[in-house]
């Protein structure tokens, strides 16, 4: 008999203070790569109360207007509003953005350089990656994290398209998924909490909520009358944004992957360019993995692999199916490592990463979308590894 659990995974709207400072990372990232697309970018984005603090270490041709990127982002997020402290217009943006340093630089370059062991792009820092595909939802990813960021984008849909005129960008969702063994079999809890004005009735909220979002987005055969509606469960949230908390980017990188159900190296993705492994090979490791789940080799699959900056190759690849497994999971790997080439350049290029394509992937999850610009989720592979079996 499998065993019965519940599994909870969250996510946060365009407003949260941190998503806040990933979109405005991700928007200079951008604002760079259209112009030149060797940019070398890692930017920090700090928020609090009117104030926002760019930081890091970008080289670049292009002469991106920092301040006016900033605040073209923080608008189409939607801090517009009169009674807001964090408003696009009126915040004060400090930039103390500076060249990336050049010994780190000589690593990442295709270049022969004192001391290094080849003339091969190398990886632009040690780390470990892991990538993460399951069969539970369409879109390969754990259920969880996908209800989640459902009901999030429901959220921004109803307020941006004005229908709510009480909806504020502060948001963050939450759902508990019942399962046996594999299997999704349940919601146990559904919470929202919403930024909101202040002539709205907290029993409206909840109302709107369950039966406008979470009604409308959550499987109805999973809802069930055990499951509990938690709506703004401090009963009131007018004080949000980065003036209700401190905003930092790269601080929401569960909410960014599997909700916690597939594992995690550590590093942030928003504002670093693709030379940056922690992002790149990320993608990449979800790539592999989505490409085993869609040819049936597994139902469930994680990849890790692991660099050495300055180094041209992963110094390991592993591959887990937890029992799910077709094929014996040490033919898998032998199968992944006949397809994809893990050297940074080769992700760089199998990916066609070096475009101006990554504040599409900013919020909601940098996994299990259907955008075309986001390549990391074909499965153009899933043939060819079953070919190489």
Known sequence: MPRRFIFSS????????????????????????????????ACETYAKSNIVIVGGEITTKARPDYVQIVRDAVREIGY????????ADKIFVSNILTAQSPDIAQGVDDAAADGKDTAEQGAGDQGLMFGFACDETPELMPAPVMFA????????????????????????TQVSVIYEGHRVVGISNVVISTQHSEDVKHSD????LISEVIRKELPADLISKETEFLINPTGRFVIGGPQGDTGLTGRKIIVDTYGGMGRHGGGAFSGKDPSKVDRSAAYMGRYVAKNVVAAKLA??????????????????????T???????EEKIENAVRAVFSFRPADIVRQLDLLRPIYSKTTNYGHFG??????????TDKAAALRAAL
Request: glycine residues 6%; hydrophobic residues 35%.
């Open 322 to 328: 937890f029992g799910t497994h077709s094929v014996d």
């Open 149 to 172: 960021h459902r009901l999030g984008r429901r959220l921004t849909a109803l307020r941006k398209s004005g229908q709510v005129k009480w909806l504020r960008p502060d948001a963050k």
């Open 299 to 320: 139902h469930r699959c994680e990849v890790q692999f692991a660099y050495a900056i300055g180094h041209p190759q992963p110094v390991s690849v592993h591959i887990d």
């Open 205 to 208: 909220i909840r109302e709107f």
């Open 10 to 41: 969250e996510s946060v709207g365009e407003g949260h203070p941190d998503k806040v400072c990933d979109t405005i990372s991700d928007a200079v990232l951008d604002a760079c790569l259209r112009v030149d697309p060797a940019s070398r970018v």
């Open 369 to 378: 979308k259907t955008d075309p610009d986001i390549t990391w989720e074909s």
């Open 80 to 87: 517009v509003n009169d009674d807001d402290v964090f408003h």
